[in-house]
Each structure stands twice: as structure tokens, then as C-alpha cells.
């Protein structure tokens, strides 16, 4: 219903409601609701259902719109689209027969995960096949007693393993389908099983149900943690690792530690860490924070020390502030994670370490802005925290912020009255919202977007792009954190088997920020044509490479004038990589016309 309510809606009508809109060839255009302009650079585009704004940066789809524009939950924006089409949500939300019906079909859907995690379970407790699965556990340091608290599991290679078994038993396989265990190829009726040669999370919800998978590879290609795609029971937008475990605990501590990784939240577990939980994959979304505040009102923040967890946590403190939460940090030491530092010190000096935790302006302060030595970006670090802070919708929130800005970085109002932040917390005073961070949408930024929809649009540069590691090229951290996720949940097929969209593309994007982006990247007018997107596919991984040489040469530079020998090691043996990676990219093209990769040759 969610599907077919928003493929039903017209952007176009929703957005006109509110904007005055004029075509523009096959686009719209308007004035920014977002942002005060004089000259119309918001586009709305009827035939992809995306909006975009060239001034501000906002985007996304009929559903982001609504939320954004009305400050609606996803939940009520589609209320807010059912009134529109007529539809009554009544049945899906009261004690009616089909509602009745849908529990029972969930209810299906629940025992057959719970068959699943029974079967994965089964085959690494006493599968020859998982063997090696066993030592790597044993070589984690988990205990019998752990894998059999979280039912870890083990699907073995191959591509019918979990089939055979569902088969055999008589199992839906259109339900296993549904849930992301099994996917039908496309020019067939057959399927094939997702998860291969793969270490079995089962990700439970507060009720205790198994509810999705994360499978962490022993060998092979593609991404080291694959996660269930989103269904009808797993929505990872909203999920946390060991929230059903650690909501007891967390209640009697008062606070919820949260960390990054499955391995992380088990080894905490195991040391008597209990009041834990770990994001799946993406960065903390307001869902997550909104799911924390039904459990504690304190959060701690326990991820790495190096520049991916620095960049996590600072991500992560605008969605769970805007929910009120008391949010404080620790940082773990650079070379470890939680996992091998609770192995290393114990519990008792852990659990110190996380009673030192510190605000997150402290944090933002020492981490960001007092680190940095380069004048130009310390006064981009105190800019973007004013912005952020000033974007904030929780006033009271914002106020405290406001009053602890002034205090860690000795500032006082007069700094504050000549940013256009300050109208935030003066109501009566008109002067223009505080546009968002351009920072996202720089040029490395926008060359990634344009590969991944390229992606989107030719099926076959997926496998080239997990191939050769193109991922390892790119420089925005939430666009190469989610690219791979992405890319899995595009190429699984659409629950009613018709051709992806547009507007599917920017929606299934998993992360919110960075959402935008996308959106103006797939709201632009390409040629369809596959020559021409192979050519904006080679431009785009030639300039994302050329870059890549060049800050890997700079760091090097850098590296030899300070006599560090670790790191110019180190980053002697990343330039290796990506030149030896070029030269079989180039290796590969010319291959064809050479007649192939004859030695002799």
C-alpha cells in the first residue's frame, strides 16, 4: 500500500499547492519554499516525480517533500497522500478482516525467519561446511555461550543452499523472496539465495522476533556486512543490533551505548556491557534516535578515533539532539574498536572509560576545531556548527546549544548577530532560513552521484563496479559508506516485478543528507542512450582516479617532510594498489581488441 500510495501521488500537485509553479520545458520551476530567493531555482520534474533546489540544496521525492515542507513523520506524510487519492487507511490501522488477514500473512513472515535462523544456526554448529566459520568465532573470542545467546549462524557457498533446504521443507518461496532471503532471476522463473559463505547475524526485534539478517563474509567478493533488504518486517532506517537485549539493561543504567558494528555490540555484551546496541551499516537516522528515546533520555556515542568515526559521530549528534536526548561521546583510541580494547583492558577499566565521556561540543571542540591548523578550515568547522545547531527544530534545545557554543569557544552574541543562524532563536526578526551546507555537493560529491546512477541505469556496471573496487575511489564518506548498500537494494527486484524508476532510485537511498544529491543528480536530463552513459561512466572514474593519485601523492609528500616511516609505508602500498588497479582496468579495455588476454599476445 505504502508503494502504490506513493506511485500514485503527483509530485507536481503537492508541490503546487504550496509553490507557485511554471513549466519549463518538461520541468517546473518556482521559488524555493526553503529558502528565500528571488529568482526560481526549485525544479520539480513530472516525468522522473523528484524536486530539487539549485540554490539550497534540498530534494528528494513526494514523501521527503511533505516531511520536510510540513515537518511531518513519514507515517503522517502518507496519511497526508492517502487523503489526497481517496484512500481509507482505516482498514490497515483498525481490527478489521483484512487487517486480520495481513497479521496472519506477518505472522507467516515471522515464522519462516525464525525457521531460517533455526536452519543458519543448525549448519555452524555441526556442518563440516563451517568449519572455518568456527575458528573465526573462536578466533573473535566468542564464547559457546554468546553464539548461542545471539543464534549466530552460518550459510555455507553456493547458490542454493538456504533453497534446497526451503524447498525440501515446503517453505513460500515468494515469501523468502519477500524478506530478502532469496531472489528470482530475472529472465527465469529460479531463484537463488542472497546470503552465501557467510557468518549469520539475526537481528531481533523488542519483541524477540527475528525480523532481518546481517551476514558478515568469510572470503570472496563484495560488501564485508550484507544486511536484509527492507521488507515488511526490517526497516534498518529505524533497526538496532541488541536493542531487544539491551533495553532491560539500558533502563537500569539510564543510558544507551551506541556503537557501530555487530562484533562490537556482542564483545561489550560478553564483558557485561549490556546497555549496548549497534547501528546496521548506515549512519544513526532520526528513526534510530526516535526508537532510543522510547527506551533512555542519555546516549554515548562509543565509536573509533580515526577520521570514518570522528565523521559517524558528528553525522549522528543533529538527529539524536533533535529528539532531546543528553547525548555524550568516547572515543575510542585510534588503532582499536570496542571489540579489541574491551579484550585488551577489561571490562572495569572500560567501563571507566566510558564514565569520561565527554559533551558533544567538547567533543566537536577538542576533535574538530582545536586539532585543525589550518585557520581557513577552523573557521569552517565553527560555521558548520552554528549552522547545524541553528537548523535545529527543538527550541529549547537549540538555546542550550547556543548558550554551550558561547562557553567552549569563548565567543559571546556579537559573533553570532552577523550569522544569519541568529534569526533561529529571534523569531520576530525576518531575515532568511540558514541554507543548508554546500559542502556536499562539491565537485568529487557530484562525479560519485553521476557513477552510481549510471549504475542505476545500466544493470551491468554494477558488477563492474564491485569488481573493480571503484568504491575505494571515492572521497565522500556518506557516499562511500552507502554505495554498495545501495547498489544491493536496487538490484533486487521490485515487489511487483516492473522496471525501477527514478524516483525508487532516490528514495532507496539509505542515508537522508546526502539524499538531495542524489535527487539532483537523477533529476537532470541524461540520453538513455548506453554509449553515452558509458562515456560519462569513464570520465567520471578517470577524474575520481586522477584525484585519487593526486591526495594519495600529496599525503605521501607530506608523510616523507614529517620522517613518519608507518605512514609512508603505508600509503606507498595504497599508491601500489591503485596503479596496479589502473593498469588491469586498462589491461581490460583493450582486451577486446586485442582478441583477449592471450599471454603471447
Same mark, same amino acid.
Given at each position: 500500500?505504502?508503494?502504490?500510495?506513493?506511485?500514485?501521488?503527483?509530485?507536481?500537485? =503537492? =508541490?503546487?499547492?504550496?509553490?507557485?509553479?511554471?513549466?519549463?520545458?518538461?520541468?517546473?520551476?518556482?521559488?524555493?519554499?526553503?529558502?528565500?530567493?528571488?529568482?526560481?531555482?526549485?525544479?520539480?520534474?513530472?516525468?522522473?516525480?523528484?524536486? @530539487?533546489?539549485?540554490?539550497?540544496?534540498?530534494?528528494?521525492? #513526494?514523501?521527503?517533500?511533505?516531511?520536510?515542507?510540513?515537518?511531518?513523520?513519514?507515517? %503522517?506524510?502518507?496519511?497526508?497522500?492517502?487523503?489526497?487519492?481517496?484512500?481509507?487507511?482505516?482498514?490497515?490501522?483498525?481490527?478489521?478482516?483484512?487487517?486480520?488477514?495481513?497479521?496472519?500473512?506477518?505472522?507467516?513472515?515471522?515464522?519462516?525467519?525464525?525457521?531460517?535462523?533455526?536452519?543458519?544456526?543448525?549448519?555452524?554448529?555441526?556442518?563440516?561446511?563451517?568449519? $572455518?566459520?568456527?575458528?573465526?568465532?573462536?578466533?573473535?573470542?566468542?564464547?559457546?555461550?554468546?553464539?548461542?545467546? @545471539?543464534?549466530?549462524?552460518?550459510?555455507?557457498?553456493?547458490?542454493?543452499?538456504?533453497?534446497?533446504? /526451503?524447498?525440501?521443507?515446503?517453505?513460500?518461496?515468494?515469501?523468502?523472496?519477500?524478506?530478502?532471503?532469496?531472489?528470482?532471476?530475472?529472465?527465469?522463473?529460479?531463484?537463488?539465495?542472497?546470503?552465501?559463505?557467510?557468518?549469520? *547475524?539475526?537481528?531481533?526485534?523488542?519483541?524477540?522476533?527475528?525480523?532481518? &539478517?546481517?551476514?558478515?563474509? +568469510?572470503?570472496?567478493?563484495?560488501?564485508?556486512?550484507?544486511?536484509?533488504?527492507?521488507?515488511?518486517? !526490517?526497516?534498518?532506517?529505524?533497526? +538496532?543490533?541488541?536493542?531487544?537485549?539491551?533495553?532491560?539493561?539500558?533502563?537500569?543504567?539510564?543510558?544507551?551505548?551506541?556503537?557501530?558494528?555487530?562484533?562490537?555490540?556482542?564483545?561489550?555484551?560478553?564483558?557485561?556491557?549490556?546497555?549496548?546496541?549497534?547501528?546496521?551499516?548506515?549512519?544513526?537516522?532520526?528513526?534510530?534516535?526516535?526508537?532510543?528515546?522510547?527506551?533512555?533520555?542519555?546516549?554515548?556515542?562509543?565509536?573509533?578515533?580515526?577520521?570514518?568515526?570522528?565523521?559517524?559521530?558528528?553525522?549522528?549528534?543533529?538527529?539524536?539532539?533533535?529528539?532531546?536526548?543528553? #547525548?555524550?561521546?568516547?572515543?575510542?583510541?585510534?588503532?582499536?574498536?570496542?571489540?579489541?580494547?574491551?579484550?585488551?583492558?577489561?571490562?572495569?577499566? !572500560?567501563?571507566?572509560?566510558?564514565?569520561?565521556?565527554?559533551?558533544?561540543?567538547? !567533543?566537536?571542540?577538542?576533535?574538530?576545531?582545536?586539532?585543525?591548523?589550518?585557520?581557513?578550515?577552523?573557521?569552517?568547522?565553527?560555521?558548520?556548527?552554528?549552522?547545524?545547531?541553528?537548523?535545529?527544530?527543538?527550541?529549547?534545545?537549540?538555546? =542550550?546549544?547556543?548558550?554551550? #557554543?558561547?562557553?567552549?569557544?569563548?565567543?559571546?552574541?556579537?559573533? !553570532?548577530?552577523?550569522?544569519?543562524?541568529?534569526?533561529?532563536?529571534?523569531?520576530?526578526?525576518?531575515?532568511?532560513?540558514? $541554507?543548508?551546507?554546500?559542502?556536499? %555537493?562539491?565537485?568529487?560529491?557530484?562525479?560519485?552521484?553521476?557513477? /552510481?546512477?549510471?549504475?542505476?541505469?545500466?544493470?551491468?556496471?554494477?558488477?563492474? *563496479?564491485?569488481?573493480?573496487?571503484?568504491?575505494?575511489?571515492?572521497?565522500?564518506?556518506?557516499?562511500?559508506?552507502?554505495?554498495?548498500?545501495?547498489?544491493?537494494?536496487?538490484?533486487?527486484?521490485?515487489?511487483?516485478?516492473?522496471?525501477?524508476?527514478?524516483?525508487?532510485?532516490?528514495?532507496?537511498?539509505?542515508?537522508?543528507?546526502?539524499?538531495?544529491?542524489?535527487?539532483?543528480? &537523477?533529476?537532470?536530463?541524461?540520453?538513455?542512450?548506453?554509449?553515452?552513459?558509458?562515456?560519462?561512466?569513464?570520465?567520471?572514474?578517470?577524474? /575520481?582516479?586522477?584525484?585519487?593519485?593526486?591526495?594519495?601523492?600529496?599525503?605521501?609528500?607530506?608523510?616523507?617532510?614529517?620522517?613518519?616511516?608507518?605512514?609512508?609505508?603505508?600509503?606507498?602500498?595504497?599508491?601500489?594498489?591503485?596503479?596496479?588497479? %589502473?593498469?588491469?582496468?586498462?589491461?581490460?579495455?583493450?582486451?577486446?581488441?586485442?582478441?583477449?588476454?592471450?599471454?603471447?599476445?
Amino acid at each position: 500500500m505504502i508503494e502504490s500510495i506513493r506511485q500514485r501521488s503527483d509530485v507536481c500537485k =503537492v =508541490v503546487g499547492e504550496v509553490v507557485s509553479l511554471k513549466r519549463a520545458g518538461k520541468d517546473y520551476i518556482g521559488l524555493c519554499p526553503f529558502h528565500k530567493e528571488k529568482s526560481p531555482s526549485f525544479t520539480v520534474s513530472a516525468q522522473k516525480q523528484l524536486f @530539487y533546489c539549485f540554490g539550497c540544496g534540498e530534494g528528494g521525492t #513526494v514523501i521527503t517533500f511533505l516531511m520536510k515542507f510540513y515537518s511531518l513523520s513519514f507515517v %503522517q506524510a502518507l496519511e497526508q497522500l492517502a487523503q489526497h487519492l481517496g484512500i481509507d487507511l482505516d482498514q490497515y490501522q483498525k481490527n478489521s478482516q483484512a487487517l486480520q488477514a495481513e497479521r496472519k500473512e506477518k505472522q507467516q513472515l515471522y515464522d519462516l525467519m525464525d525457521y531460517v535462523a533455526h536452519i543458519f544456526h543448525k549448519v555452524l554448529k555441526h556442518s563440516d561446511s563451517a568449519v $572455518q566459520a568456527r575458528k573465526y568465532l573462536q578466533q573473535r573470542g566468542l564464547s559457546t555461550e554468546t553464539i548461542q545467546t @545471539y543464534r549466530i549462524g552460518y550459510v555455507p557457498e553456493g547458490w542454493d543452499n538456504l533453497l534446497s533446504v /526451503l524447498q525440501k521443507d515446503k517453505k513460500n518461496l515468494d515469501q523468502a523472496s519477500q524478506l530478502g532471503l532469496i531472489s528470482k532471476k530475472r529472465q527465469s522463473n529460479q531463484y537463488f539465495d542472497i546470503f552465501r559463505d557467510r557468518i549469520m *547475524f539475526p537481528i531481533l526485534n523488542d519483541k524477540e522476533a527475528v525480523i532481518g &539478517f546481517g551476514g558478515r563474509v +568469510l572470503e570472496g567478493e563484495g560488501p564485508k556486512y550484507l544486511n536484509s533488504s527492507q521488507s515488511i518486517l !526490517f526497516d534498518k532506517s529505524r533497526t +538496532l543490533f541488541g536493542l531487544n537485549i539491551a533495553t532491560h539493561y539500558s533502563r537500569e543504567e539510564k543510558t544507551m551505548i551506541v556503537v557501530e558494528g555487530y562484533m562490537d555490540q556482542i564483545m561489550l555484551h560478553q564483558y557485561g556491557i549490556r546497555n549496548c546496541v549497534a547501528t546496521l551499516g548506515t549512519s544513526l537516522t532520526r528513526g534510530h534516535a526516535q526508537t532510543l528515546k522510547r527506551v533512555v533520555d542519555k546516549v554515548v556515542m562509543l565509536y573509533d578515533g580515526d577520521q570514518a568515526g570522528l565523521g559517524a559521530v558528528k553525522r549522528s549528534m543533529k538527529p539524536l539532539l533533535e529528539e532531546g536526548l543528553d #547525548v555524550r561521546v568516547c572515543v575510542i583510541p585510534q588503532g582499536d574498536d570496542p571489540d579489541s580494547l574491551v579484550r585488551k583492558i577489561g571490562a572495569e577499566a !572500560f567501563g571507566r572509560m566510558i564514565g569520561q565521556s565527554i559533551g558533544i561540543l567538547d !567533543f566537536y571542540h577538542l576533535y574538530f576545531y582545536q586539532q585543525e591548523k589550518n585557520l581557513s578550515l577552523k573557521a569552517e568547522h565553527f560555521s558548520d556548527l552554528v549552522q547545524w545547531v541553528a537548523q535545529l527544530k527543538n527550541v529549547y534545545v537549540k538555546k =542550550v546549544l547556543m548558550d554551550g #557554543v558561547k562557553r567552549v569557544f569563548s565567543v559571546d552574541d556579537s559573533v !553570532f548577530q552577523s550569522q544569519s543562524a541568529w534569526s533561529d532563536f529571534h523569531p520576530s526578526e525576518t531575515k532568511p532560513q540558514v $541554507q543548508k551546507s554546500q559542502n556536499i %555537493q562539491n565537485t568529487y560529491a557530484l562525479e560519485e552521484a553521476m557513477v /552510481l546512477r549510471v549504475c542505476a541505469e545500466l544493470p551491468e556496471m554494477r558488477s563492474r *563496479f564491485v569488481e573493480e573496487s571503484i568504491v575505494e575511489w571515492f572521497e565522500h564518506p556518506i557516499i562511500k559508506e552507502q554505495a554498495l548498500i545501495w547498489l544491493d537494494e536496487i538490484s533486487q527486484p521490485s515487489s511487483e516485478n516492473t522496471p525501477f524508476t527514478a524516483s525508487d532510485f532516490v528514495e532507496k537511498w539509505p542515508e537522508e543528507e546526502t539524499r538531495p544529491l542524489i535527487s539532483k543528480i &537523477f533529476i537532470q536530463d541524461w540520453s538513455s542512450e548506453k554509449h553515452v552513459l558509458e562515456k560519462i561512466w569513464t570520465d567520471c572514474i578517470s577524474k /575520481l582516479r586522477d584525484r585519487k593519485v593526486k591526495n594519495l601523492h600529496k599525503a605521501l609528500m607530506e608523510a616523507e617532510a614529517s620522517g613518519n616511516e608507518q605512514r609512508l609505508q603505508e600509503l606507498s602500498k595504497q599508491m601500489q594498489a591503485v596503479k596496479k588497479q %589502473q593498469i588491469n582496468r586498462d589491461l581490460g579495455e583493450l582486451a577486446p581488441a586485442l582478441g583477449g588476454h592471450d599471454e603471447r599476445r
